[in-house]
């Protein structure tokens, strides 16, 4: 199972950014999907996640969840992270992950950087 984050890039502050997650398997086959973040010198944190088997709830930590939207799309067999009102501290390399039966397989991430 791989995973494979995209759609990083460098923006200015203020800016949108959507990123993408696909995988090697159907999306609908993991429990959930998850996005975490590290940014230079930090650890990872949880970004947001969306729930594949209990009907697409959603959550996201509460530094972002105002700004940060995650979604899936069934026929794209992918999973977003719209990122809007980009902020400096927003900068750090953005992973997706999914808990495929008992196993979380998480894939190399994509470099988000924002400049002021």
């Known amino acids: 199972v791989q995973l494979q984050a995209s759609g990083g890039g460098l923006v200015q502050a203020g800016e949108s950014l959507k990123l993408s997650c696909t995988a090697s398997?159907?999306?609908?086959?993991?429990?959930?999907v998850a996005w975490h973040r590290q940014a230079p010198g930090k650890q990872r944190e949880f970004v947001a996640r969306?729930?594949?088997?209990?009907?697409?709830?959603?959550m996201a930590a509460d530094s972002v969840k105002d700004r940060f939207t995650i979604s899936r799309d069934n026929v794209k067999n992918t999973v977003y992270l719209q990122i809007n009102r980009l902020k400096p501290e927003d900068t750090g390399v953005y992973y997706c992950?999914?808990?495929?039966?008992?196993?979380?397989?998480w894939g190399q991430g994509t470099q988000v950087t924002v400049s002021s």
């Open positions: 992950g999914g808990r495929w039966g008992t196993k979380d397989y």
């Open positions: 398997v159907m999306i609908s086959q993991f429990a959930a």
């Open positions: 969306i729930s594949i088997t209990s009907g697409g709830d959603t």
